[in-house]
């Protein structure tokens, strides 16, 4: 194994211990309340949302991993090592991931139609964010510029279809609440409903 992959899996190993102890500080539940792991909770209003390991909003993350590898890109002009490709990737996921989970942000959050009763994420699932930001910047390493930019847009309009909500509407809400967009959302999409697993 190259010196610059070891270097590279101990920043991560090391940010992921950090994040899981700082949210755990914060308040956040290792897991979901329920007691259970699942690989997937497909309900967008279902308490297990953002508690398990993945959710319709994974995508997003890995579209963060995208836009940072491109951000990085762009920044650094192609004169980066991968070490500080991954600080930097890592810096902006996890300083996200505890600003989301701090209460003015859940706060903010629950005024939106798909997040009432939101409580931030569990660290369980919070963590497989952070990975899927991983896997979305190790994907846009290797995909041509054109093939991340095609994936990108198919996850937004999937989900947007799907839950009517995505990356790009969460910002929208987050930053700007519309209540027209919030309305749409309300009316539900094929998983906008709390339904068992």
């Not at 792991?37 to 959710?55: C, F, H, K, M, Y």
């Not at 909500?165 to 309305?183: W, Y």
Request: aromatic share 8%; with cysteine.
């Amino acid at each position: 194994m190259a010196q610059t992959t070891r270097i590279s899996i101990l920043i991560i190993a090391a940010a992921l211990a950090m994040q899981a102890v700082v949210l755990y500080a914060m308040g956040q539940p290792p897991i979901c309340a329920c007691g259970t792991i699942r690989p997937w909770v497909g309900a967008v209003l279902s308490p297990e949302n953002s508690q398990q390991l993945t959710d319709w909003y994974t995508p997003s993350h890995v579209i963060h991993g995208m836009l940072f590898f491109a951000f990085g890109r762009l920044l650094f002009r192609g004169r980066w090592s991968p070490v500080l490709a991954i600080v930097l990737a890592l810096g902006i996921e996890i300083a996200w991931e505890l600003t989301e989970n701090s209460p003015p942000v859940i706060a903010r959050y629950r005024e939106q139609a798909l997040a009432q009763g939101y409580s931030g994420d569990s660290v369980l699932n919070s963590l497989c964010d952070t990975l899927a930001m991983l896997a979305g910047f190790w994907l846009a390493a290797r995909l041509p510029v054109r093939a991340s930019i095609a994936l990108a847009l198919a996850a937004e309009l999937f989900t947007g279809l799907m839950i009517r909500d995505n990356l790009t509407l969460n910002v929208i809400q987050l930053l700007v609440p519309s209540k027209t967009i919030s309305a749409w959302q309300a009316e539900g999409g094929l998983y906008g409903a709390s339904t068992p697993e």
